[in-house]
């Protein structure tokens, strides 16, 4: 199952498959970069959804169903 990341980009934010040389698509906001790398990962059958802040660290983490959530804990 692939990873996407929401990083922060000069023009935007993006919504990158990880290991891809481009982003899989370029947003004004962060929230319509997360819906749209939500939208691939529901596509591609689930995953792991990493969001990062302004300064490029995760700050969050969501796993797509059907994807492989290494807690048992909801959310």
Do not use: C, F
């Amino acid at each position: 199952m692939p990873d996407y990341h929401v990083t922060p980009r000069d023009a935007g934010w993006a919504a990158e498959k990880e290991g891809a040389t481009r982003a899989s698509s370029v947003h004004d906001t962060q929230a319509q970069a997360i819906q749209a790398a939500r939208g691939y990962l529901v596509n591609q059958g689930g995953g792991e959804l990493n969001i990062h802040g302004e300064d490029g660290q995760i700050r969050s983490k969501d796993t797509i169903a059907p994807g492989n959530d290494p807690r048992n804990i909801p959310g």
